[in-house]
């Protein structure tokens, strides 16, 4: 499945597929640009199938009915959500773009990275373990963007030696996702990414 959402400020697009011989995936993702801001989750479920379905979609909705708060509050929100649930890995991503500046909170294996046009790349590490539910500590990202910045938000079922060299080629995203392709085709994992273009 591929998802476009682009204005004057931003330009994304969202790549998602099944884990081979599973009828739903085990991933989930929100993603909303308007005027002011981008609000973007990508959460990946603990194993695959229904259950991981549920935990992932439960911080998907959450993240789309609590947009208007700051990515701490979301992130928080989605780990009371995982009570009773199988539980979730997710990055919260906020983009401010008259300040210029975005918010990032990642638990587990969710990976982001930014690369902005005059070398510098963002790479934070995430704070290890899942959302469950259990007392949790987070770290949060602010930091300022350049005009043309390329970022990619990925799950592990995306597996790409040196990704970071793909932000620097200076190719479109679409160009990037095409040259992704053949990192997807193992399928033993749910895979989903978020590639976007700051404007």
């Known amino acids: 499945m591929i998802q476009v959402e682009e204005n004057q400020h931003i330009h994304t697009l969202v790549y998602q597929l099944n884990k081979e011989g599973k009828s739903i995936c085990g991933d989930s993702f929100y993603i909303k640009a308007d005027d002011q801001e981008l609000v973007c989750a990508v959460a990946d479920g603990l194993g695959s199938g229904t259950l991981a379905n549920e935990s992932s979609s439960a911080i998907r909705d959450l993240a789309e009915s609590h947009a208007d708060e700051d990515v701490a509050s979301i992130i928080e929100r989605c780990n009371q959500a995982m009570k009773n649930k199988r539980g979730a890995t997710a990055s919260i991503l906020k983009v401010d773009f008259a300040a210029r500046q975005f918010t990032y909170c990642s638990v587990g294996n969710v990976r982001f990275i930014l690369y902005s046009p005059s070398g510098e790349c963002f790479y934070p590490l995430p704070v290890l373990g899942y959302l469950s539910g259990k007392p949790q500590k987070y770290k949060t ?3 300022s963007y350049e005009k043309g910045s390329k970022f990619i938000i990925h799950t592990d079922g995306l597996n790409v030696p040196d990704i970071r060299s793909y932000l620097k080629k200076g190719q479109s995203i679409e160009e990037i996702s095409n040259s992704l ?9 749910d895979l989903t990414y978020i590639l976007g273009q700051l404007l």
């Open 141 to 143: 990202h602010t930091f």
């Open 181 to 189: 392709k053949i990192y997807t085709t193992s399928r033993n994992d």
